[in-house]
């Protein structure tokens, strides 16, 4: 098989809404090298497309060793910088958004206004592709058991803190949650432990019912694969909620520019700005429990 390199920007939600294109990648016939952190290899061989990763962080240079890459993707973003950096290996081919340095890349343009599937999809088709942007879903992992049904997770966390909504909000959701008769559980990652456990305390909930800071990433999607409800910060994590068609809710404590969250076109996701208060997003949850 042809080899493509692709690289992308190093996240859980980046990777998840770049499963479309790379799915599309390998179906017509090339074998994906996928460019993130170490940390993510098992969740991009959840994904049946990717054959490999080659470590890295950010657009750190490339350890890219034998022949040069047939073809080097950049679904990093518009460039210039990761167009170089991939530039660097001397691909055949590159594949990324046009960019005013290199007149020569006739890539489509990049658009501000658009979901991350679909700008990805919409690179690749640019080259002859075949895509489908709703092909997000995900397998469990393998010998990671889910939680118990009926259990809803909270995930207040987020990478940037000004997406996080507060934790008092979040925790007033999970009382709610909790006298519906609902399981509820905490999760995040090791810096989020904190965190979770201030949310945990003040919506009275037992410190083992916070999961943040004691399980993997592959704990996370075998406890999204089995949950009932996700209701999440703007964060990686609110992508895994499609990924397993369960049915969340995404706000942020800030307004990220653009299209954000779960894909604004599947059912049973909703998300909501940072302005948003409790009533609004406990009368999400009733509408995607509905559904």
């Not at 340095?101 to 006739?106: A, G, I, M, N, Q």
Request: a neutral charge; proline letters at 12%.
């Amino acid at each position: 098989m042809t080899a493509a390199l692709v690289l992308r920007a190093p996240g859980v939600g980046e990777l998840l809404t770049a499963v479309p294109a790379l799915r599309a990648l390998y179906a017509g016939g090339l074998r994906v090298v996928l460019a993130v952190p170490e940390e993510l290899t098992e969740l991009a061989d959840l994904t049946g497309a990717v054959r490999a990763v080659l470590p890295t962080r950010g657009l750190d240079r490339l350890a890219w060793g034998g022949h040069r890459p047939t073809v080097a993707i950049d679904m990093y973003g518009p460039g210039p910088e990761s167009h170089l950096r991939l530039m660097d290996l001397r691909p055949q081919r590159l594949w990324a958004f046009a960019h005013p340095v290199f007149p020569r890349l006739k890539g489509p343009p990049w658009r501000d206004d658009e979901h991350d599937v679909e700008r990805c999809c919409r690179l690749i088709e640019w080259y002859g592709a075949r895509t489908d942007p709703a092909d997000l879903r995900l397998p469990p992992p393998p010998g990671h058991p889910p939680p118990a049904s009926g259990t809803a997770l909270i995930h207040p966390g987020a990478a940037d803190p000004a997406y996080r909504w507060p934790p008092e909000r979040f925790a007033e959701v999970a009382r709610a949650l909790v006298a519906d008769g609902m399981r509820v559980v905490v999760t995040g990652n090791r810096r989020e432990r904190p965190l979770g456990l201030l949310v945990a305390g003040l919506a009275g909930l037992p410190p083992e019912s916070v999961l943040a800071g004691r399980s993997s990433l592959m704990d996370l999607c075998a406890a999204v694969s089995g949950a009932s409800l996700l209701v999440s910060a703007h964060c990686g994590a609110a992508h895994l909620a499609p990924a397993y068609g369960v049915p969340s809710v995404t706000v942020a404590g800030g307004e990220p520019s653009g299209p954000w969250g779960p894909p604004p076109y599947l059912a049973g996701n909703r998300v909501l700005g940072g302005d948003a208060g409790v009533p609004a997003v406990l009368n999400a949850i009733k509408q995607v429990l509905s559904r």
